[in-house]
């Protein structure tokens, strides 16, 4: 345990961030901070943010996404671009905590304040910095925009029907997963302590990428390259209800609930129990399932399937959620002191919740009172790893848990991975596509759960459970992503363990929360794609949702990047024994705060939109001349689209406004696609990054796995290929993690048991003489662990 390493972390007071940011990244990241009760000090230019006044507007004239993303912040009107204003910025930072910015690396150096002068002149500070490209690279004095940099890490790629273009997933999804990535380094360059002088380098592509993961490391393994598999074929569909969409998921075993859900003679057919004939036939039975949904309300396929275990998702709309029973028993939405109705923050259950929030802060002076930053003792080794000492017990499987746990490995905790002996994790054998996967163990694993140790532990077994017993008396976190009651039943949940170690930080992952009506239902990552309203927004102008595929998963990989955050901002600030209880689906529909302040202000139900977004145009990707390849373009700024007129051979539209470009955007999409479709990808790039245009080419896996940057940055790791971190710390360089562990390798040198008896295998397993029981009571269950993860549309019964 850690607790002669960090004394000075109980009782932190609340920490003071000031916040200099323009984009959409930096200004969730200091949310996050605000929601936890933090004080945070929005910089702004003397005119106030543009985004105060950006469409849509609410009832005081106030931006929708402003709101959104200011909600409990204060507010000071400081130039940096002027010498008294750097000078007030010092008197702030010199009494802080950490600086949240995204000035370009170009001009915060003219300004004096680069990365090296930061560190330098303020050592006691953590700077979160969010840049498009990172510090060491000259693109990232453009602004942060989530399509350019979901396109070029890759993601866009990955998103939307086969036969069309790619699509940006709805929101500014690239901008909250970055904010994210920040808050985590934040909290480990904090809870490492000393005067480092420590910056998070945090590239929005980068943690695209890194979203995109799986894509790169199945490729990487020999198989085909990963591309869009859309909502409208394939083995799961959405399909339109009575009253709107529903979301059909099913794994193979699960027909015959398919069968019985629907009751139709027509799939009784026993040849359609055969996943194959149902691959291979798709006409004999989808538009028997699409008939019997379009003539029931959405809800009442969702609450009938899930009644039969079945892991349905309904679209849930913004004002679905407005109204969502599950949200209202969970007091997910709260109203500011405007009494606009906001997502709290994303640490939505715990022992000790925040303090009550402030309303939208005023453009001006509203600088709260401070003591002084925390001072943190004295610095660490060199290369002391952030997480030293901390020992991590992993329940998790397949994605959620496990990677939340890979990141606390990567930063330096000891991390017990724990399976049972006959129900491993599924994510080991999982395919990944490609002839170069075959073997014991899944590359997918393999990346997932790199840097761990292992043991394996029948809980129905006294000997076991005596070992789990010892294991948590000696851990400071445990992370599991169960379905909710699984832990009560196998006695491992927050109140057996906290009486066995009051210290352990508890974190649970479940898809819709420890409490509420819906606590129990089944899901997957298409799930709560559609149950969170993200799907709701993604997708194209006029066309219905879209989810982000099983191959992306996208809920379990951000919930990963905020469990995190979340499990060191408890170690840091004293919250020892708490239990974080983390809603997947609350935390996906805590990054549309924005969409949802835009209903309850306007009453407008937001819809798709593709690649469109408000305050930017032309914001849209375009095909190439190079078959198959595509380019986004997403301009801010006049200087921007005048620069685009003049490459587009339209000197009349150099001097037009941002309403007329607003006005004609079907008109300038078209001229802009004429003009792509004669050129290569490449020269397209070249032609408009020279002219001053914001472009980024849409790339695959197989561009990154040949773009230098992406290694070089350590976002993925060679040899064997798998993914690596989503930041760079400047002041820590993290070592590659050693391999994913064998089942039980470590029982020998782990377990009393083991190394009493002298019963340890060649291969690390654990000997039993007893049969084993695998029902749920007895052992980790492989369903019941699956809550709000990903499992293969492909995978045989039993996989």
């Known amino acids: 345990m850690s607790d002669d390493r960090h004394p000075r ?115 006691h500070l953590v700077v979160v910095w969010l840049t498009p490209y990172g510090l060491d690279d000259d693109r990232s004095d453009g602004y942060g925009d989530s399509l350019l940099a979901e396109s070029y890490g890759g993601l866009a790629w990955m998103i939307g029907e086969p036969s069309r273009s790619p699509l940006s997933l709805g929101g ?30 945090v590239a929005l592509c980068d943690v695209v990428a890194y979203l995109d993961w799986k894509s790169t490391v199945s490729h990487a393994h020999g198989g085909p390259l990963p591309t869009r598999t859309g ?32 009751d139709d003679p027509a799939l009784a057919d026993p040849e359609l129990r055969h996943q194959a004939t149902r691959l291979a036939e798709p006409e004999r039975w989808w538009p028997v399932v699409e008939a019997w949904a379009a003539r029931l309300p959405k809800q009442e396929v969702y609450r009938r399937a899930q009644r039969l275990g079945l892991p349905f998702g309904y679209s849930a709309d913004i004002a679905d959620l407005s109204i969502d029973p599950q949200f209202r028993a969970r007091g997910f939405l709260a109203e500011t002191a405007e009494g606009r109705a906001l997502p709290i923050s994303p640490l939505a259950r715990s022992a000790r919740p925040p303090r009550a929030e402030a309303g939208i802060p005023r453009s001006g002076d509203d600088v709260p009172p401070h003591a002084g930053h925390a001072r943190r003792g004295a610095p660490p080794a060199p290369d002391a790893a952030p997480l030293e000492g901390l020992v991590v017990l992993d329940l998790g499987t397949i994605t ?51 840097g761990k140790l292992a043991v394996t532990l029948d809980l129905k077994s006294d000997a076991d459970r005596a070992e789990m017993t010892r294991l948590v008396a000696d851990a400071d976190v445990l992370v599991e992503n169960y379905t909710v009651g699984v832990t009560e039943r196998l006695g491992i949940d927050h109140a057996s363990l906290h009486a066995i170690n009051p210290r352990l930080v508890f974190a649970s992952l479940s898809s819709q929360g420890q409490s509420g009506p819906d606590a129990h239902g089944r899901s ?30 996208y809920p379990d990989q951000l919930v990963s990047l905020m469990a995190a955050g979340m499990i060191v901002h408890c170690l840091h600030m004293g919250l020892r024994g708490e239990h974080l209880d ?23 139900i937001p819809a798709p939109e593709g690649n469109r977004r408000p305050g930017r145009t032309p914001h849209d990707v375009y095909p190439c001349a190079d078959l198959g390849r595509w380019v986004a373009i997403g301009c801010h ?48 790039v070249s032609d408009l990054t020279e002219a001053g245009v914001p472009c980024a080419p849409v790339n695959t896996a197989a561009d990154r796995e040949h773009d230098p940057r992406f290694t070089n940055r350590r976002v993925f790791l060679d040899d064997p290929p798998r993914k690596g971190f989503p930041m760079r710390l400047l002041g820590y360089h993290p070592p590659d993690p050693g391999p994913a562990p064998d089942i039980g390798q470590d029982n020998a040198t782990l377990l009393a048991g083991a190394r009493e008896a002298g019963t340890g295998d060649r291969d690390g397993h654990h000997r039993r003489t007893a049969p084993h029981d695998t029902s749920e009571q007895g052992a980790v269950p492989e369903a019941a662990a699956e809550d ?12």
């Open 231 to 262: 909502a409208s074929t394939g083995l799961w569909r959405i399909v339109p209800a009575a009253d709107g969409w529903i979301g059909v998921i099913f794994q193979p075993d699960q027909w015959d609930a398919v069968v019985a859900l629907v």
């Open 637 to 684: 700024r006049d200087i921007e689209r005048a620069s685009l007129a003049a490459v587009l051979g339209r000197p009349s539209w150099v001097r037009r406004p941002f309403s007329w470009w607003q006005d004609h955007a079907d008109e300038v999409d078209q001229v802009i696609a004429r003009w792509t479709v004669r050129r290569s990808r490449a020269h397209c």
């Open 172 to 201: 500014e999804q690239a901008a909250h997963a970055s904010a994210f990535v920040g808050f985590f380094g934040a909290m480990l360059a904090l809870y490492r302590g000393g005067d480092l002088g420590e910056v998070v380098d």
């Open 400 to 450: 959620a848990g496990a990677a939340t746990a890979r990141l606390l490995a990567d930063y330096g905790a000891t991390v017990i991975k724990i399976e049972a002996p006959d129900r491993p994790d599924a994510f080991r054998v999982w395919s990944a596509s490609g002839p170069g996967a075959t073997g014991a163990t899944s590359p997918l694993f393999a990346s997932n759960n790199a």
């Open 582 to 604: 983390v809603s997947q689906r609350e935390v996906v529909s805590w990054t549309l705060a924005d969409r949802i302040a835009e209903y309850a202000d306007t009453g407008r």
């Open 9 to 123: 972390h109980a009782g932190v007071s609340p920490l003071r961030v000031v916040e200099l940011t323009t984009g959409i990244a930096g200004q969730a990241c200091g949310r996050l901070f605000a929601g936890l009760g933090h004080d945070v000090l929005r910089c702004e230019p003397a005119g106030g943010d543009p985004l105060r006044t950006q469409a849509p507007l609410g009832e005081d004239g106030t931006g929708c996404t402003f709101s959104a993303l200011n909600a409990g912040k204060h507010s000071t009107a400081i130039d940096v671009g002027t010498e008294a204003g750097r000078v007030r910025l010092s008197g702030q930072l010199a009494d802080a905590d950490v600086l949240i910015t995204d000035m370009g690396p170009g001009a915060a150096d003219a300004m004096g304040l680069s990365a090296a002068r930061l560190r330098a002149t303020w050592p």
């Open 788 to 799: 709000g993860t990903e499992r293969d549309p492909h995978a045989q019964p039993g996989v």
């Open 524 to 553: 997957y990552g298409a799930t709560l794609d559609l149950l969170s309203g993200l799907a709701s927004v993604t997708g194209y102008r006029g066309g219905g949702p879209c989810w982000s595929s099983a191959d992306v998963n």
